[in-house]
């Protein structure tokens, strides 16, 4: 069986990509010129990642606008894709001088400025979701909930959500607001478990809400890491792969993701069109349960209870 290529986030809301492609390491190697984004982004489409996620912050504020240059350069059609950014993270840069030390703002005129900051960016009139990127401990909760409704209602953001937030963090949002948070990005990986446990997913599941899932290989470090979980989570990720025919462990990294039950939304992070290629394989890739509990039990290193 495989999985949907799309998924509503909410019932009725937003529909994204099952796998998001992430633009935050846009910059990592140096500039690309348009027309390498452009290519970039036609093989993202190609593969069925036609959700693509930044952030106001990512590349030192420059990434929107680097992808926006190739944006314009694609020649798809805008309504085939949608843009997700966030915002809210302040960070100390030579880009925002201003800037003394890195902050949270959740402030109206900061979410507003950002937003249309972003649209300017990418080329776009509007955003298809935009995201609280950090819980802000000065949050007024009436007072964001305000701005973003403002930005829903003048057409300029289709949907809003968070990310990185507590249950409790993402009720207090909502209560304010009379549109629905349409997901929490959340930090969920083979090496970083504790979603499972903490109340994140089951409130997901309680909400009917779809979670995007960032670093969903650990950071790199499911295949750098020398840690003996490192080890032992490889070794079952090499087996299960062997059982399914992936023939790649972090394909079956990321099908581990797709196979819980709060419809997960995984952003993949790598600029590698192979990589790409071989992590939207993933989407064919079902594991049954006693492969998925083998992950899970290298991942903490004992049986569950």
Known sequence: MAYARQIELVAGGPVVS???FGAWRLLDDGRPTPEDVARLIGTAVDLGLTSIDHADIY???EVEEAFGAGLARWGGRREDIQLISKCDIMLKSANRPANRLKFYDTSAAHITASAERSLKNLGTDYL?????HRPDPLMDAEETAAALEKLVTAGKVRAIGVSNFTPSQFDLLASRLTIPLVTNQIEHSVLETSALTDGRLDHAQRLRYAPMIWSPLGGGSLF????NREHRVRAALTQV???????????VAIAWL????????????TMKPTRLATLARALD????RQQWFSVLEASEGRAVP
């Open 59 to 61: 590349g030192n504020y």
């Open 224 to 227: 750098a890491g020398d840690g």
């Open 241 to 251: 792969a062997a059982e399914t025919g992936a023939n790649d462990i972090s394909t």
């Open 128 to 132: 298809d979701l935009l995201l609280i």
């Open 18 to 20: 099952r796998l998001v």
């Open 285 to 288: 890739v079902e594991l049954d």
């Open 258 to 269: 797709l196979r819980h039950p709060a419809r997960l939304v995984p952003v993949l992070g």
